[in-house]
């Protein structure tokens, strides 16, 4: 049962406790990699960086072997408001097993340090370094990673990413296009109810500045970053950040549910990229009657599935 907040400050019950004494309490739960019985889809994990300490999980499709060209790579960002999660949680794991086999797709699952210990940007910098490895493997290196070597084509990249994960993915999306990696072709990239806020609500965010377990959604960022400029801080909100027009891509996948009290931030986006004069075209799919990142936390539901398919297509005709 949780503590009352007079005993913890800070409460994401189950996933995470924060007590007044500063200590950190969270629910670690993992799955090793394995074969996945339902899908056949491989994972294993791979080391990126021994300082700081880096990993990743790689997801192999069941026909990978077979396949007569190269699959398209996946780089992909679990969410968990930027303070818990990990790609060995059991709820990641599940959804990237579903959406590698619908796709077809050699999936990269990165990690990142977690706020408060280690607040943001550090989270931004370790995914950028992780994309590096994974631009590094299109080049001849003494140590290739086998899955990617032999089955990625790395010029149909794509980035994706869930809630905090989404909101990490926009942000690795601009650093690819302003810094312009050697040997990979960014072509799309795919937010699943990415976590994106400002200093003024919009549309019915007034009306539903409510609490997240026993924390304001609305005092996330702040908590993530205590370094930041406010809500308005362009890695929070995208219509304020000069460098939009440097997305890496030219293709974006939005998708986001009725029900999701952060489902105003669509429109936003979609007007600040316009306005931005990037060259690309946007897809924002506002889904019936769901709510934040169902498609991750009810992955088995007509309408998830429905979702994987459409995010297949994007991942394999984009």
């Known amino acids: 049962m949780a503590e009352n907040s007079s005993e913890t400050p800070l409460d994401f019950s189950p996933a995470m406790k924060v007590h007044k004494d500063g200590r950190i309490e969270r629910l670690n739960l993992f799955v090793p990699a394995s074969i996945d019985p339902e899908t056949g889809v491989q994972s294993k994990d791979v080391q990126i960086s021994s300082d700081p300490n880096l990993s990743a ?40 097993n579903l959406l590698v086999s619908e796709s077809n797709v050699v999936a990269v699952s990165l990690d990142y340090r977690l706020a408060p210990e280690n607040p943001l940007p550090i989270a931004y910098d370790d995914v950028w370094l992780a994309f590096k490895w994974v631009a590094s493997q299109s080049k001849k290196t003494e140590n290739p990673e086998e899955w990617i070597e032999k089955y990625a084509d790395f010029d149909r990249v794509y980035i994706g990413g869930d809630s905090a994960g989404g909101n990490i993915a926009h942000n690795l999306a601009i650093r690819v296009g302003s810094e312009k990696l050697e040997g990979v072709n960014t072509r799309g990239l795919y937010l699943n109810s990415p976590y994106f806020w400002g200093h003024d609500p919009i549309g019915e965010e007034a009306a539903n500045y409510i609490h997240v377990w026993d924390f304001k959604i609305n005092d996330l960022w702040l908590y993530a970053c205590p370094g930041s400029t406010g809500k308005d801080d362009p890695w929070a909100n995208p219509g304020m950040d000069p460098r939009l027009s440097s997305i890496g891509c030219r293709k974006v996948l939005y998708y986001i549910g009725e029900k999701d009290v952060l489902k105003d931030r669509a429109e936003l986006y979609t007007e600040a990229l316009e306005k931005s004069g990037w060259n690309g075209d946007i897809e924002i799919v506002e889904v019936e009657g769901e709510p934040h990142c169902f498609s991750v936390s009810s992955p088995d539901t007509e309408k998830s599935k429905i979702m994987f398919k459409k995010v297949a297509s994007f991942l394999n005709h984009c």
């Open 57 to 96: 999980r790689l997801y192999l499709p069941k026909n990978a072997a077979v396949s007569t060209k190269k699959l398209p790579l996946l780089i992909y960002i679990h969410g968990g408001g930027f303070v818990f999660g990990y790609f060995s949680h059991p709820v990641f794991h599940t959804h990237l």
